[in-house]
């Protein structure tokens, strides 16, 4: 069975930089065509994808938040770890972490953590 | 385009069948993947490649796509059904994309 967790600080202030871990089982992140990836919502608004970072240790970015999100794994103790930078109220929002699986033309989520809340507030 | 726009708002009378829609172009050499999700949930996978469906979702739910548009159907909706729904499929210049979801009421 597979199960994941997201843990980190549920306010931060703004310019802070975000740290957020996902702990997973049942799943190993040296399988070839898996992976761990980010989705953040803003409450009552759509999903949105963030960074997913693969078995081999290939790691994706949402363009448009590239230039603020570092993902990384380690596979010893099974945890993906999410860092974004310079938080600002917009970023406030349920974090979402999710195995991701990636075969030919198929590529899905699941499953999914249960999220975190994240506030940015001063 | 890199995005994947959906219809924000479809309902359909308890027991019927219902089709939700999801247009982009990434969906004409990828196929997307569908979640649902009910407040206060994380989404959950009910659909993904040709017409797969994970253990557990009933099989009232299929999934289909021609061209640039994918398709979740639900045939015989019941009222545990009424949620958020989210595709989201590979992107050649975003790499991955949600959709803007789409909020089924059964009436």
């Known amino acids: 069975q597979i199960t994941l967790k997201e843990s980190g600080p549920t306010l931060v202030k703004p310019t802070q930089t975000l740290t957020l871990t996902c702990t997973f089982s049942?799943?190993?992140?040296?399988?070839?065509?898996?992976?761990v990836g980010w989705i953040r919502q803003p409450p009552g608004k759509a999903l949105e994808w963030l960074a997913l970072?693969?078995?081999?240790?290939?790691?994706r970015y949402s363009p448009s938040l590239k230039s603020r999100l570092t993902i990384s794994k380690d596979t010893s103790k099974n945890q993906v770890v999410l860092t974004m930078a310079d938080m600002d109220a917009a970023d406030t929002g349920t974090y979402f972490c999710?195995?991701?699986?990636?075969?030919?033309?198929?590529?899905?989520?699941?499953?999914w953590g249960p999220g975190t809340l994240v506030t940015v507030s001063s | 385009s890199s995005e994947l726009t959906q219809d924000p708002a479809v309902s359909v009378a308890l027991g019927q069948t219902v089709r939700i829609t999801c247009q982009g172009d990434?969906?004409?050499?990828?196929?997307a993947s569908w979640y649902q999700q009910k407040p206060g949930q994380a989404p959950l996978l009910v659909m993904y490649?040709?017409?797969n469906r994970p253990s557990g979702i009933p099989d009232r739910f299929s999934g289909s796509s021609s061209g640039d548009t994918a398709s979740l159907t639900i045939t015989g909706a019941q009222a545990e059904d009424e949620a958020d729904y989210y595709c989201?499929?590979?992107?050649?210049?975003?790499?991955?994309?949600f959709g803007g979801g789409t909020r089924l009421t059964v009436l």
């Open positions: 049942g799943f190993s992140l040296t399988t070839s065509g898996v992976g």
């Open positions: 970072i693969y078995w081999d240790d290939d790691k």
């Open positions: 989201n499929s590979r992107d050649s210049s975003v790499y991955l994309v």
């Open positions: 990434g969906l004409r050499n990828y196929y």
């Open positions: 999710a195995h991701f699986v990636a075969a030919a033309v198929n590529y899905w989520f699941g499953p």
């Open positions: 490649g040709k017409n």
